[in-house]
């Protein structure tokens, strides 16, 4: 009897209910599968959510070739249409309309398991207030400032959460397990700062932010306190050290290609004598998962400008210097890298 058979299956009425159920940490019990018989009686863990589908890995197995595909983030479930689904009571049948709708799997789902290491995380999740003059010394910090936060700051911290969870942008189950609220000219603001046990998908992070200004005013941090708090205060100055600043880089109107993409940041970071940093972006960006994140990586490096802007209007040709093989081995279960 499989681990997860000693509690109960949860009832599923239907496709929506379904989606409703599947979160980070959410398990799925495979009662029987007809064209991976493997997966029979193993217990899949839900790492990623995404509005089509979902990511899971086997549940104790990190090693499984189901667990390490697709970069870690484990198998990945489209959701079928609501006609491929039979819902009977705690048990899910999916049909398989490549083999004419004959039976492909039944599955049970289970909630979250509930381990100490969860329950002691979330009792060290901590809302702190503010005075927003305290914004000003945290030069050295960054973090997503979100404007106009009415409610309950525990139902802000939960939510987005959740929302960034959903989106891809929170990565790898990680969560924020805090986060500030402050008032400036009778706002109510919430930061949720960036720390090392928090993974993001900055590229997505940015994208998400820009998309939903209208609604959350998102901003970053290293923007909010110069625009609304009148800068930093000034470091205590230690010694003189030079910073190096980035070079600009006409990317925007380009050929979105990743691959010309780190081309041209490569050739500009060359050209302003920063031969180390160049191959040391292209080692990154070529160990990454995804576009998004390419594109993060790349704007560590240069300042990414439009080929529109009379200050970049360097002229770049076709041609770099990279010498790339690809090889893009494709099996059941796995998607390509940049997809």
């Not at 959701?79 to 398989?96: C, H, K, M, V």
């Amino acid at each position: 009897m499989n681990a997860t058979n000693a509690r109960q299956p949860i009832a599923i009425k239907n496709l929506a209910d379904f989606k409703r159920h599947i979160q980070p940490g959410t398990e799925i019990y495979v009662r029987s599968h007809s064209v991976h018989p493997d997966l029979e009686g193993l217990t899949r863990v839900v790492t990623r959510v995404q509005t089509n589908g979902f990511y899971s890995v086997i549940k104790g197995q990190p090693n499984n070739k189901w667990s390490t595909c697709n970069y870690g983030k484990g198998i990945r479930q489209d959701y079928e249409p609501a006609s491929f689904y039979r819902f009977n009571g705690s048990t899910i049948q999916i049909l398989d309309r490549r083999r004419g709708n004959r039976p492909l799997c039944e599955i049970e789902v289970y909630e979250k398991e509930q381990t100490e290491a969860m329950n002691d995380r979330e009792k060290k999740a901590a809302i702190s207030r503010i005075p927003a003059e305290n914004l000003r010394r945290m030069q050295s910090a960054e973090g997503l400032v979100l404007q106009g936060c009415g409610g309950d700051p525990k139902d802000w911290l939960e939510g987005m959460n959740d929302l960034l969870t959903r989106e891809d942008i929170l990565l790898d189950g990680t969560r924020f397990s805090e986060c500030a609220v402050f008032e400036h000219d009778g706002v109510t603001n919430i930061l949720f700062p960036f720390r090392e046990d928090v993974r993001l998908d900055m590229g997505r992070l940015a994208m998400w932010r820009l998309q939903t200004h209208d609604n959350f005013g998102g901003t970053w941090l290293s923007d909010y306190v110069p625009n609304r708090l009148g800068g930093f205060e000034e470091a205590p100055k230690e010694q003189p050290q030079e910073t190096q600043k980035k070079p600009n880089c006409p990317l925007i109107g380009q050929d979105g290609n990743v691959f010309n993409l780190i081309g041209l940041a490569s050739r500009t970071l060359k050209q302003n004598g920063l031969h180390d940093q160049a191959t040391e972006m292209r080692d990154r960006v070529y160990a990454c998962g995804s576009y998004y994140e390419a594109l993060g990586i790349i704007g560590e490096y240069v300042n990414i400008t439009s080929v529109d802007d009379p200050d970049d209007s360097e002229d770049f040709d076709d041609d770099s210097d990279l010498d790339i093989d690809c090889d893009e081995d494709e099996d059941e279960g796995f998607e390509p890298s940049f997809s």
